[in-house]
Structures are given as C-alpha cells and as structure tokens.
C-alpha cells in the first residue's frame, strides 16, 4: 500500500509539474517572436514526452500486478527463500542461487508466464533492474497472448 501510495504522489507532481511546464511553453509561444516561439515548442514537446513515459509506465505497473494477484491466486507466487544480511539486505549469494533455479526453470518452459514472471522477480532481487523489467515485459506479453522475440 506504501508503494502504491508513493507512487500516485510521485505521478501527481509529475502531471502538475508538466501542467506547469505546458502553460510556460504556451505563453512563450503567445509571445509571438521567432525565438520565445521556437522555445515555447520545444518546451511544449517535454510534457508530452513526460506524460507518455509516466503512462506507460503506470500501464506497466498495472498489468505486472495484475499478473501477481493472478499468480498469487493460483498459489504460484515464488517464496521469500533469500538469505539476508544483518541490515536486511539481500544476501548476493543467495539471490544467485535462486535466480538460476529460476532461470532453468523458465528456459525449460519458455512460452509460460509464470515463470517469465518469477524470473523477473530474481532479476530484481538480484539487482539487475533492467533485465528484470525485460523479464517482466515479456511475461506480460505472453499472458496476453502477443508474439514475443527471443
């Protein structure tokens, strides 16, 4: 709940921001010169590429926590077994070991999205943020049926 909570606040300053950002290119462009013109477009094309970064994003987010509750319904979610260090951290070790079962288990059922999406999830405990949006992504698509490359 805290995640999601930080998460609307975040968006809503971000959508203020741009709100803001959107009216200074506007009343650049309402100056009339070549220059404040020029800039009011360019400044306007900001917002635009912010609020289509911060949509997908939120869609992604959705749908990958869709695709948990369903697993989490089905009983299918991965279990916590990572070692941690004292201050609470995952242990490097530990999350090594889990991501190769994971990763063996998704190369021996590759078309299945569930274990696209547990392995997604021992990318991210590994630490390895971009594989694991990669991972997850691709989970998404196979729940929905999409092609996906390899």
Do not use: C
Not at 7 to 33: D, E, K, P
Not at 65 to 89: F, H, I, M, S
Not at 122 to 127: G, I, K, P
Request: hydrophobic residues 45%; glycine residues 8%.
């Amino acid at each position: 709940m805290r995640a999601k909570l930080s998460y609307a606040i975040t968006a809503a300053v971000l959508v203020f921001y741009f709100g803001l950002v959107g009216s200074r290119g506007i009343m650049l462009i309402q100056t009339g010169t070549l220059v404040t013109v020029t800039f009011g477009v360019a400044v306007l094309i900001l917002p635009v590429i912010g609020l289509w970064f911060l949509w997908k994003n939120t869609q992604f987010v959705r749908k990958a926590n869709q695709l948990a509750a369903e697993l989490d319904a089905e009983g299918g979610l991965p279990v916590d077994e990572l070692r941690r260090t004292p201050g609470g951290r995952i242990d490097r070790d530990s999350a090594d070991e889990v991501f190769a079962k994971r990763k063996a288990e998704t190369e021996a059922s590759p078309d299945d999205w569930r274990s696209w999406f547990r392995l997604a999830v021992a990318y991210h405990d590994a630490r390895d943020t971009p594989r694991a949006r990669k991972a997850m992504q691709r989970a998404i698509a196979l729940h929905d049926g999409r092609t996906v490359e390899a």
